[in-house]
C-alpha cells in the first residue's frame, strides 16, 4: 500500500486493534470506495468482526477494481470459516477462481459491479 492513511489502517489490524481501525476506515471519504486496498481492508475488519457477508461484498466489490491474491485468499478463508470449503477450494486453485467468484457474484445480490 502507498497511502499513509490505509498504512495506518493496516498497522492497527495487525496489532488487533479493530475498533481503531474500524474509525479510521469510516473517516476516509468517496475518493476511496473504488481503491481495492480502501475495500481489503475493509473487508479485512469486517471479517474480523464476524460480519462474514459483509466481508464478502466488500472483498467482491474490490476484484471488481484488481485481481489479487491477497483478496481472493480472504475470501477462500472466510468460506473456510462458514463451513463451505468446496467453494474455498474452488477459490484457492487458480484454474477455477475466475468462475467460482463469478458463479457467486451472481448468486448474491446487492453485489456492486462496475
Known sequence: ????????????????????AQFELSKLGKEYEKNPDYLFLRGKVFYLNRLYYAAIDAL??????EKNNKIYNLIAEIYGVIGNNELKKKIMDLNLRSEAIKSLK????GIYRK
Open 1 to 20: 500500500m502507498k497511502d499513509s492513511k490505509l498504512d495506518k489502517i493496516e498497522i492497527f489490524i495487525k496489532e488487533q486493534k479493530i475498533s481503531e
Open 106 to 109: 451472481e448468486q448474491l445480490y
Open 60 to 65: 467482491l466489490i474490490a476484484l471488481e477494481f
